[in-house]
């Protein structure tokens, strides 16, 4: 059974920084991930890991909270292929003009100091203006 534990940090509205867990799944369709905090546990499934975590994300919105890792980062965001054949645990970062390459790739509830943790409109937003930058 293929299973993912990741320990992540969530941001509130103030700065503050809360410690979760997220837990997923990814034998085969449907994906179930859960994300649990201090006493609340939050569990969506979808078609792909990734769909599953931004429906977690917009309930965390609704809390103010953002997730600090590259699922949540405005400039991340999955291909077709990534979401189909990786059931959606890899993304690629991007850069606006450029296209995306396998070393952009990065684990999407890992993170580093790029990290720019937004509401989901608003990472949808960043990829519909990163695809046309490239025409």
Not at 31 to 44: A, G, N, P, S
Not at 60 to 79: D, H, I, K, T
């Amino acid at each position: 059974m293929n299973k993912g534990k990741y320990n992540i940090q969530l941001i509130s509205s103030s700065g503050e920084l809360i410690h979760a867990v997220v837990e997923y799944d990814y034998d085969e369709a449907p994906y179930c991930v859960t994300l649990r905090f201090e006493d609340q546990k939050i569990q969506e499934t979808a078609e792909n890991v990734f769909t599953a975590f931004t429906g977690i994300r917009r309930i965390l919105e609704r809390l103010e909270l953002r997730p600090v890792c590259f699922g949540a980062s405005r400039n991340v965001y999955p291909s077709a292929m990534a979401l189909s054949m990786g059931a959606g645990v890899k993304a690629y970062r991007l850069t606006m003009g450029t296209p995306a390459m396998r070393s952009d790739l990065v684990h999407i509830f890992k993170n580093d100091p790029s990290v720019n943790p937004v509401y989901p409109p608003e990472q949808a937003e960043f990829y519909s203006k990163w695809i046309n930058s490239l025409q």
